[in-house]
């Protein structure tokens, strides 16, 4: 059975900007481009899963977000083909949720589609909704801190024992040993 790392967006794989929807503001958080690389080399599969209820709330588009992820790839110098899959959960929090996090469901269906070990798969991310995705999924969980990660946010993951990483990149150098990263 295969690895895989599900990965949140915002905050993780790039900086957060509260309903980003312009490609031209898309900044990588510190080494994530290095981390993700080290992380396919090692035989991982890559899943993004975002939400983005600014669709659903009518602040922009699916085509604007699909424009910001285009720019994370090209930035992220791995190609869209990197990721062995995408989810954009658009549901408004006031709507029961389908893939918007933390449901779980995303993470279910890909494990499934792709033979995935749960014992080998990470949901990464720097909020209370990534890890409780990835708790409900039966999967390992790694917190990462960003300018959103507050004390209660610590306390949160200190309560589930998570491990909690600066950045995405020192989860994947945590991850990897030595000679793989």
């Known amino acids: 059975m295969a690895k895989a790392l599900f990965l949140d967006r915002d905050g993780t794989i790039i900086r957060h900007v509260p309903y980003l929807h312009r490609p031209e503001d898309v900044e990588l958080t510190p080494g994530a481009a290095d981390a993700l690389h080290a992380a396919r080399a090692a035989g991982y599969r890559l899943f993004l899963l975002t939400n983005q209820s600014g669709v ?16 994370m790839f090209a930035l992220l110098n791995l190609g869209v083909e990197a990721f062995a899959g995408v989810c954009i959960a658009t549901e408004h929090p006031d709507e029961p949720p389908v893939y918007r996090k933390p449901s779980p469901r995303y993470i279910l269906e890909m494990m499934a589609a792709y033979r995935l070990d749960p014992a080998q798969c990470w949901m990464v991310g720097d909020n209370e909704s990534d890890w409780h995705a990835g708790l409900q999924a039966h999967i390992r969980v790694a ?12 306390g949160i993951a200190h309560a589930h024992a998570l491990p909690v990483f600066e950045s995405l990149g020192g989860f994947v150098a945590h991850l990897l040993p030595a000679h793989e990263a």
């Not at 604007?64 to 992820?69: A, G, K, L």
């Not at 917190?143 to 610590?154: E, G, M, Q």
């Open 56 to 71: 659903a709330r009518g602040y922009f588009t699916l085509d604007e977000v699909e424009r910001v992820n285009a720019r």
């Open 143 to 154: 917190a990462v801190r960003s300018d959103l990660f507050s004390p209660t946010a610590a």
